[in-house]
């Protein structure tokens, strides 16, 4: 079992930025990819960014190229999403997740095993 929580989140103003951390806990040495997933009100929960463990090959949904950068510090077995240039549109609960078997594409939340409880992330003026 893999336990993740996250923090980080709050409130900013559009055009600032936020670090959001996720603490991996359990037997996290079986976890092959970790990825950050998004949940608007109304809306489906949707990919934002992955990387595998080792903290090699990140990838992005289109909408946070250039803004948002994932990271990992397995020696702290902790995931990182550095967000900047935020927008009102990016206001949405963010769920840390990790998948134990290697997925085929890494942007399906069904690809993924472990999740946390998720942090709000407002942004707003």
């Known amino acids: 079992q893999v336990q993740l929580v996250e923090s980080g989140g709050g409130l900013v103003q559009p055009g600032g930025s936020l670090r959001l951390s996720c603490a991996a806990s359990g037997h996290t040495l079986s976890l092959y990819v970790m990825g950050w997933f998004r949940q608007a009100p109304g809306k489906e929960r949707e990919f934002v960014a992955a990387i595998s463990y080792s903290g090699t090959t990140p990838g992005y949904a289109d909408f946070v190229k250039g803004r948002f950068t994932i990271s990992t510090d397995n020696t702290k077995n902790m995931l990182y999403l550095q967000m900047n240039s935020l927008k009102p549109e990016d206001t949405a609960v963010y769920y840390c997740?990790?998948?134990?078997?290697?997925?085929?594409?890494?942007?399906?939340?069904?690809?993924?095993?472990?999740w946390g409880q998720g942090t709000q992330v407002t942004v707003s003026s």
């Open positions: 997740a990790a998948a134990a078997t290697r997925p085929r594409t890494a942007v399906r939340p069904s690809e993924y095993d472990y």
